[in-house]
């Protein structure tokens, strides 16, 4: 079995480590006890001693749900074991993770959905998705978002922005405003969503039945509660809804005053 040195890697930086450098100084363990490492931009896997588990042959290798790897060949995505067993082919433009059982996939320029014997469970006909969360997921044609279910039903119409599930009663929406980011390359550092235009876009909250919640008024897409209230961001704060129209500053959350310079400079903070 191959043994190698933190020094070996392409992680290793002179003017920090040093001849003693361990790989825990450089890298994190999973759950395996395993960690993906690069050699000239080729990923592979390692134990914590330094014998090579995976050899250094992939683009990209990511630890996923099924205590499994998502791995780049020849610039195709599948998944391995990790005794380096193929699990799925390498037949995807781009995979996600097994969520629910299933897993997200794109093939030629198409998104569906895959199991772990890599049977198509819902057939490759969306511009885009998110992962299944209670049994649904947020699907786009023609550059709308809708809802299906595992059965590949709709159960929400294609006619929002953005719209992904936060659990079996509701579902947060996206819509684009019409402040167009002129610098969406400065932007790209910071926690905000864009159209494929370069507009801005804001959330709001509906129910799985489609109806409306709260408007489109916060920053980022609203996945959480507190005190059963929504969590959401306005102007780089974050906070909640008081009665569902009051919102209180989280006092733990600040931002650097260079930072807000240059979110006001981009007209994206008031």
Known sequence: MKKIAPKDTD???DSVHKE???FDDLTVFDRNGLAP???ENKFGLINKEGNVIIPFEYQKLVLTTVNAYSAQLNDKWGFVTKSNQILIPFDYEITSDFIENICAVKKDGKWGFIDLINHVIIPFLYDGCTDFKAGLAGVEQNGKWGMIDKNN???IDYKYDYLTP????FATFGQITTHQVERPDILAYFPYFL???NNLMHFGLISTQNQLILDAISELPILESYENQPVIRQNYQQGYLKNGKDFVKFEQFSIDPYEEKILKQIGVMK
């Not at 936060?166 to 009663?169: I, P």
């Open 37 to 39: 490492i690069s050699i």
């Open 166 to 169: 936060v659990d079996q009663n």
């Open 153 to 155: 039903q709709l159960i």
């Open 20 to 22: 003693i450098t361990t």
């Open 11 to 13: 992680q290793f930086n």
């Open 195 to 197: 159209s494929k235009d």
